[in-house]
């Protein structure tokens, strides 16, 4: 499976909300999502949110590996490629929902869809969701979470900086209230795309 991403994306969600008190920086931004972009690969995906290599590639491989059903498929390989065109922040989690949409859209078996959550803390210990280039540089602590559908529960965590225990929780509290948009941001555009057809 190839997933490619573009800026001209067909399907496009506007999510905008706030999800805590805590106030406008803690909102997450445009989501745009395409599927079925290549012809060749059984599933393709464009995922764009807003306009470390290796490490970066193990927790993805790790996250999908926590959701695949592989014991229905013995002996077969998945391989999910990822392209990033362009970096406007919160990467990580970008790449996490693009690889969740395009094994969705080759039809892989999972027990639960998945989803990535930015969360930046800066220097006065403000929380901002979903943080741009910009704002994950000046923060002091930027922590991405992958969380599956079913529950909320945490399948990867990645963390970079300094924070505090009761920090680490608040963003995870603030990620799995976001996860809810994303989840429905997959909804929508599943149904919009296989209403289609």
Do not use: W
């Not at 990033?84 to 922040?89: K, M, N, T, W």
């Not at 395009?102 to 403000?126: E, I, K, N, Y």
């Not at 945490?154 to 900086?161: A, D, N």
């Amino acid at each position: 499976m190839e997933e490619e991403m573009h800026t001209d994306a067909k399907i496009r969600a506007e999510i905008g909300t706030g999800c805590s008190p805590r106030g406008p920086g803690c909102s997450l931004r445009h989501f745009a999502c395409e599927q079925n972009l290549l012809s060749r690969p059984d599933g393709s995906a464009s995922f764009l949110q807003g306009v470390a290599e290796k490490s970066r590639e193990r927790l993805i491989r790790n996250t999908c590996e926590a959701v695949i059903l592989g014991t229905l498929h013995p002996r077969t390989s998945i391989t999910v490629v990822l392209q990033v065109v362009s970096d406007a922040g919160s990467l990580l989690a970008c790449c996490l929902n693009a690889a969740c949409m395009a094994l969705v859209d080759a039809g892989v078996p999972m027990r639960a869809l998945f989803c990535g959550v930015t969360c930046a803390l800066d220097s006065d210990g403000t929380l901002v969701l979903d943080p741009t280039s910009k704002q994950e540089k000046e923060a002091r602590a930027v922590l991405t979470f992958a969380l599956d559908s079913v529950e909320r529960k945490l399948l990867m965590s990645s963390t970079k900086g300094l924070y505090s225990d009761s920090e680490l929780q608040q963003c995870l509290a603030a990620a799995q209230a976001a996860s809810q948009h994303v989840f429905r941001f997959y909804r929508e555009s599943l149904q919009r795309r296989y209403s289609k057809s």
